[in-house]
């Protein structure tokens, strides 16, 4: 048991007080979200959320976070505050610096990713951190990618450096950051929207401790955490005592596949999470930092156990992660990293499986978009402008005890889609159909959310450089407790033929790729679903009549 559980309620915090403080505190994240989501130049941050807001305490404990949030970035932020004042001490931090880095050890997992931390005072003194994390739309070398062997081709690394000092630009670090991307407007626009977001962030902290008359956060952080905290052991000590196994197989790189398993034990109020077996790192893009490991294996907990509280540092306490030293989630530098999503993402599917033993209505079934399917455009359109480009889309998330899976929906991460009007007006691709895939759920007492095609043209007169990330060719989603597996993932050209489903390529003008994003996962035994639910899939063409009657039996 942890000493949190012992310690009295502050008094100077009620339940109500104290809730209107956490929700003021979580607006102030809010706030500083809309300001770097309404300024970033990129479609990545703008339409597909791919970033987060975090409010920290003195001590770089997470007390709030945007709404929204991407939860690895969430759960990385602290870590890599405290990284940052380990290299410039706080004695350093002056009001108006921006510390960045993108280094994936220190930050969240891969170089796209630019990490940012801002100090806050109030009345001189030093109350809190506000963070940021927000995926760039290019970091130079090899550009968003799975094929490379290490760390250095993937592009420019960042160790932590103050990008603003004083409240005033560093030039040299912007100079080099302009010196290697492909689309420096972009990348500078949204870096820039970074740097406002922290600005938001606090003030807006600061108009927080003026209104209460709170001189910092100490005793209402402590107290904030111990309720995240207490409410998370109370969840874990309902569940039974003992260890729990399960494991998967992935397709991983050309013929060497990976495979991860996974143990859960649980003590008390304690849950530890240990991958050992877990196939060793791999000269490919897919490793899996520990940072990012911990943040999707702790957050899928988060959501089975203890749902509806707001998350902070007191949440993740309980939890325990281990992985061996070496292994695909948890690579040793200069181990490739950029496409880590396609190992991180699959961590809810083994420990769910876990759950599943003794909480079966806590959990869901493998999501189509676990690993997300990520393509990335670059080049030069007609007007002789470079542009980079990810499309953002998802499979369909896995049913559970209670309901058929969302269609195109993801989970554990929550990258938005964004319009395909937005991708179209600022790249020379045309994307002819977007369309959910009838029979592509798992079938089950609950049907798994369907999956999408999506058919893009390249409109350029030039080629077009192309970077495909993805998995789930060989291992479809699996169903849970009796519920069928969800569709493969397809990615092949007009002609048929297939580009390296982790690779990069050329598409020439007018050549067109067409994408398969899995359907998810079915729950339960197929014999268990509703007849009226059949007849609905098949009135609203999720279910052919030909599945209907081979996979459910249907007689209508």
């Not at 990618?145 to 603003?164: H, S």
């Not at 899995?518 to 899939?537: K, N, T, V, Y």
């Amino acid at each position: 048991m942890n000493a949190t559980e012992d310690a009295a309620p502050n008094p100077r915090f009620d339940p109500v007080t104290l809730e209107i403080l956490w929700s003021r505190l979580i607006s102030i994240a809010d706030e500083s979200a809309a300001a770097l989501l309404r300024t970033a130049f990129s479609t990545v941050v703008r339409e597909s959320n791919d970033f987060t807001t975090v409010l920290l305490d003195a001590e770089c404990n997470c007390l709030a976070e945007n709404t929204g949030g991407i939860p690895s970035f969430v759960g990385m932020v602290p870590s890599a505050v405290k990284a940052m004042l380990e290299r410039i001490p706080v004695e350093r931090w002056r009001p108006g610096d921006c510390i960045i880095t993108n280094d994936p050890w220190i930050g969240s997992g891969h170089l796209p990713d630019v990490t940012m931390a801002s100090p806050i005072f109030h009345r001189g003194t030093l109350v809190g951190f506000s963070g940021s994390i927000a995926h760039l739309p290019d970091i130079g070398g090899s550009g968003w990618a799975c094929d490379t062997r290490e760390l250095y081709e993937e592009g420019l690394r960042l160790m932590p450096v103050r990008f603003i000092e004083d409240g005033q630009e560093v030039e040299v670090v912007a100079d080099i950051i302009r010196a290697n991307v492909r689309v420096p407007d972009q990348v500078m626009g949204d870096i820039y929207a970074q740097v406002a977001a922290q600005g938001i962030c606090r003030k807006g902290l600061q108009q927080f401790l003026d209104d209460t008359g709170l001189s910092d956060l100490t005793e209402l952080s402590a107290e904030l955490r111990g309720r995240a905290e207490t409410a998370m052991r109370t969840a874990i000590e309902a569940l039974p005592d003992g260890s729990w196994s399960a494991s998967m197989d992935a397709d991983g790189i050309d013929e060497f596949e990976t495979h991860i398993e996974c143990r859960m034990t649980i003590s008390g109020s304690d849950l530890e999470l240990d991958f050992a077996g877990t196939s060793g790192q791999v000269a490919c893009g897919i490793n899996s930092v520990m940072k990012y490991t911990r943040a999707f294996a702790t957050y899928p907990i988060k959501c089975a156990l203890d749902p509806d509280s707001p998350r902070n540092e007191g949440s993740f306490q309980p939890v325990t992660v281990k992985a061996p030293e070496g292994s695909i989630v948890n690579p040793t530098y200069p181990a490739p990293v950029g496409a880590r999503q396609l190992t991180g993402h699959l961590l809810y599917g083994v420990i769910y499986r876990c759950l599943a033993q003794i909480a079966p209505d806590r959990v869901v079934a493998e999501s189509g978009s676990t690993p997300t399917l990520r393509s990335v455009y670059g080049g030069v359109d007609r007007q002789g402008h470079r542009f980079n480009q990810v499309l953002f889309a998802s499979g369909g998330m896995g049913a559970s005890h209670r309901m058929d899976g969302y269609a195109c929906t993801a989970f554990p991460s929550n990258t938005g889609v964004g319009s395909v009007e937005a991708l179209e007006s600022v790249s020379p691709l045309l994307v002819w159909r977007k369309e959910l895939t009838p029979d592509s759920g798992g079938a089950g007492k609950f049907r798994g959310g369907l999956g999408q095609d999506v058919e893009i043209e390249v409109r350029s007169d030039q080629p077009v450089r192309l970077s495909l990330m993805s998995d789930r060719h060989k291992y479809p989603p699996r169903g849970i407790l009796g519920g069928g597996d969800g569709s493969h993932t397809r990615i092949e050209f007009r002609d048929g033929t297939r580009p390296h489903q982790k690779g990069r390529t050329v598409m020439q003008p007018g050549e067109l790729l067409r994408l398969h994003f899995p359907g998810g996962g079915g729950f339960g035994d197929p014999a268990d679903r509703d007849p009226a639910a059949i007849e609905d899939d098949i009135a609203k063409g999720y279910v052919s009549a030909e599945a209907a009657r081979s996979v459910y039996g249907h007689k209508g």
